[in-house]
């Protein structure tokens, strides 16, 4: 599931310097590959997408298997990325995460839809991650990333030579 609420804000600087459209289209093409990574996620299936958080148990009511849900905003959200997060859950992991750069869950997998931890998600990090060590369970973390949010976050991907070519095209006006 696509979570905005797990989303940084877009900073208004890359936003200037792209433009409206440049910067609509580099969201575009950011929201397309979450959407993928969650399509591969759910065996193919179309993925949910939510704005807020609040709006997960409505969204999970009668589902009671794994949930996945994860930030429109991180360019090298990978298969790498979804393998950790089955072994972790595979392996009995109440909750795994994976932090951004500033700290902050991009990818959150629950072996089930608890309610006291989807009432969490979005919270801040200590508090999500305290409820869960609360039930006792092993908790996992998987690899960090960086946001694509602000003009240093599209400067530095566009230093990365692991950067994919359609975000690199997306970014070239920025010079």
């Not at 759910?42 to 148990?57: F, R, S, T, V």
């Not at 009995?92 to 309610?115: I, K």
């Amino acid at each position: 599931m696509i979570l905005d609420a797990l989303a940084a804000p877009p900073a208004p600087d890359l936003r200037e310097r792209l433009g409206d459209e440049g910067d609509a289209a580099l969201r575009g093409a950011l929201r397309e590959r979450a959407r993928a990574w969650a399509r591969e996620a759910a065996g193919g299936a179309a993925p949910l997408e939510l704005d807020q958080a609040a709006g997960l148990p409505a969204a999970l009511a009668g589902h009671d298997g794994p949930v996945l849900l994860v930030a429109p905003d991180v360019p090298a959200l990978s298969a790498r990325h979804l393998a950790a997060a089955r072994s972790d859950l595979a392996a009995g992991v109440l909750l795994s995460t994976a932090a951004s750069g500033d700290g902050t869950p991009f990818l959150v997998a629950l072996s089930r839809p608890e309610p006291e931890l989807l009432a969490l998600v979005g919270a801040p990090f200590t508090d999500l991650i305290g409820a869960a060590a609360g039930h006792g369970r092993e908790l996992g973390m998987i690899r960090a990333e960086r946001r694509l949010a602000s003009l240093a976050d599209a400067r530095a991907l566009q230093a990365d030579p692991l950067t994919p070519p359609d975000l690199r095209a997306l970014l070239a006006p920025l010079g």
